[in-house]
């Protein structure tokens, strides 16, 4: 009687929820991460300006993941974050400092240089948890009817090392392009400079990881090597955009390595996805199996139909307002 | 010795949620003021007007970031810490924080943006529309979110099914019965706090004799809100109180310290619950006080703690003595709030240095009532997480081992404890810096001719080693 896949539906809309996180918020973690490499303190004022408008709103997607995840796939929510529960609070701990920094640190005479190490440090740990959290996702979970019941460090393991640490060089990548889009003279010179080291360290994470996941699990072996072989488009795309973005950053082309490194994560978090479908919670259980009552997944979706383009219309003006170049003076100096 | 998860999970809840509690129910109020002031300079181009709004602003943007972050913890608090209850009640919960993302947070945070940058990007009657949309996020976010707290207390709209809450009535779970009294009890604590804190600042300066015309303009304006909201707060908590009689009748047994049901039951002011021994050490009561408070008859039959098993009683000293502290400080704010409107009809007010000074001195008092008056509405639902449906035990993590809730609760602990102490200085730094000489920001805005570093408005923040403080 189902003429609608409400689940698929919500599966659309949670991966673009999550999406949106990734790619906003991955460009203003990754501008803490390049904080202390950054030439000075004056270009930490604008590369900090250039994203202090806009942050919170970023950050609000990862709320709307949490919140839609219960909606939609409570036994996601109910899995991964007890699961996660040391790493979740890793990541909520850093996300805290990162983001009382925007605040504090103009405000700040004295204790700059502390609010300076609070938002790369914060930055840096939680990308790197966001990253664990996608590596544990790829292992999989104890769960035994819905609920989980490995132990407090199961997450952590030599895969989610790597893939933390490949998150973190990833949002840099982001951090470092939006620099480039948003800056000028010396700090956008540094970011040029900067920007191709990081683009083949992503690179070589891309490469460690995809090697990786296969040759340690089974189901993603065969997804790969079985069956479709068109997949294999992916990859060869990814690395085809890679030397897209090189290219044009030798060009030093202003927008293009920005849009081109957003290209490039939408293909990694496609593929992560590609490995996975259609589980929710690995090894067991499917979307399907992890969804929520219908009734309450349509409530939920008939109100976002129309609210979600409204926040998309809003966020797009705010972004639009804020174009162009970040210059010394405006931004935090003026409120 | 054996750590209990559920108990330093519960201890983790109270801290966390308390402490978020502190700053939305400022921003709340603040952030109608700020439109308020905004809609005012947008009409009379009165630069003082801006440069109030500006000051105020300033202050909201420390204040709301403390609020974003320690908002984030609570989205996954349920998850962490509380998994079994978040799964059985998905279907209602999920929803309504969805939608409290999709219409209030995104709001919030997007237009504050634009309210804290923008002013100089954005034509004024955009600045003034997005000062508005910040104002009406921070209210439809406590629509929803003490929609679903009111449902946790007075469950409605759903059955049980295997463990799982099953929807049978939105309208009825969203609007549950103790819903519409919650809503209108915080929001009037939210106007209440936000003047409490700006009629005290105001005040402050006063009594320093800096800022005089702004400061007298803003006192004016928090005293005469002051006055009406503080009596009505009153009758929206006693209406409130009205309603958790009838559905939790438990809950104002332990407010009231009452264990026996029964007719002619006294007000106690002073009393040490002892629940091993199912009675109170040192009463000092107003003989059929509560009776006639809650029944509005000296022989009206009040519920009595021992109604129901000890194991369903929630702690009785930590809801009776909150509920005291929180009554009093009301009292004493009707007491002042009201002073002070006589006095601004004769015209002394601003003279009063006596009433000045408390005003000063009551900043603190507003939030230990707000966090006093949530203790006992937590508190007083013990043992119950979903009331008459779930209880807290079952409802926590199975996974979740004594030590790991300890080491993250002194984690929130330590986190918490550096983030308050270091946005306390920094807001004594704004307010003692005072309000800045913005007619220049003025001036640039309404197209006349700018001087060098006029733009910023906000020199004392603008050289990193040359602060004022």
Known sequence: ?335 | MELDPLFISRVQFAFVVSFHAIFPVFTIGLASYIALLEAIYYKTDDPSWLKLSKFWTKIFAIVFGMGVVSGIVMAFQFGTNWSNFSYSASNFLGPILAYEVVTAFFLEATFLGVLLFGREKVPRGLHLFAACMVALGTFVSSFWILSANSWMQTPAGVEMVDGMIQMTSWTQAIFNSSFPYRFAHVALASFITGGFVVAGVSAWYLLRGRHGDIAEKALKMCVIMLAIATPLQLLSGDMHGLNTLEEQPVKVAAMEGNWETGPNVPLLLFAIPDMANETNHLELGIPNGASLILKHSADGVVPGLKSVPPEERPPVGVTFWSFRLMVAIGTLMILVSLTAAFKLWRGTLYQSSGLLRIFSLMIPLPFVAVVAGWFVTEVGRQPWIIQGMMTVGEGLTPSLTGWMALVTLLGYIAVYAVVFAAGLHYLRKVIVAGPDEVEHAHAQITGTPKRPWSAVGGEFEAPAGAGRS
């Open chain 1, 1 to 335: 009687m189902e003429l609608i896949d409400l689940t698929l539906i919500w599966v659309l809309l949670i991966g673009f929820g999550v999406f949106m996180y990734v790619l906003m918020d991955g460009f203003d973690l990754g501008v803490g991460i390049l904080f202390p490499f950054a030439p000075d303190e004056e270009s930490r004022d604008l590369m900090m300006n250039s994203v202090a408008p806009v942050w919170d709103g970023n950050e609000t997607w990862l709320i709307l993941g949490g919140a839609g995840l219960l909606a939609a796939f409570p036994m996601i929510y109910a899995v991964f974050l007890p699961a996660l529960y040391i790493g979740v609070f890793l990541l909520l701990a850093g996300l805290i400092f990162r983001g009382v920094a925007f605040e504090f640190r103009f405000k700040a005479t004295t204790g700059k240089k502390w609010w300076n190490v609070a938002f790369f440090g914060g930055s840096t740990v939680a990308s790197f948890a966001q990253g664990a959290v996608i590596g544990s996702y790829v292992q999989g979970f104890n769960v035994v009817d819905g609920r989980y019941v490995g132990g407090a460090f199961d997450w952590l393991t030599p895969f989610t090392l790597m893939t933390g640490l490949g998150v973190v060089a990833g949002y840099a990548l982001l951090g470092v392009t939006w620099t480039i889009m948003k800056t000028e003279g010396k700090t956008q010179d540094w970011a040029f400079k900067l920007a191709p080291k990081l683009l083949g360290v992503v690179l070589l994470f891309f490469v460690l990881v995809s090697a990786w996941t296969p040759l340690t699990n089974e189901r993603v072996m065969a997804r790969w090597f079985d069956h479709v072989n068109w997949l294999w488009l992916f990859p060869a795309t990814t690395l085809i955009f890679a030397a897209w973005v090189f290219y044009k950053l030798k060009q030093r082309s202003d927008i293009a390595p920005f849009i081109g490194s957003m290209i490039l994560f939408s293909m990694f978090y496609l593929g992560i996805l590609i490995s996975m479908w259609p589980l929710a919670v690995p090894p067991n259980y499917t979307f399907w199996d992890a969804a929520s009552d219908p009734g309450s997944q349509l409530f939920l979706l008939i109100g976002f139909m129309f609210l979600i383009p409204i926040v998309l219309g809003y966020t797009a003006w705010t972004y639009w307002v804020f174009r162009g170049k970040v210059t010394a003076g405006a931004g935090y100096a003026g409120h």
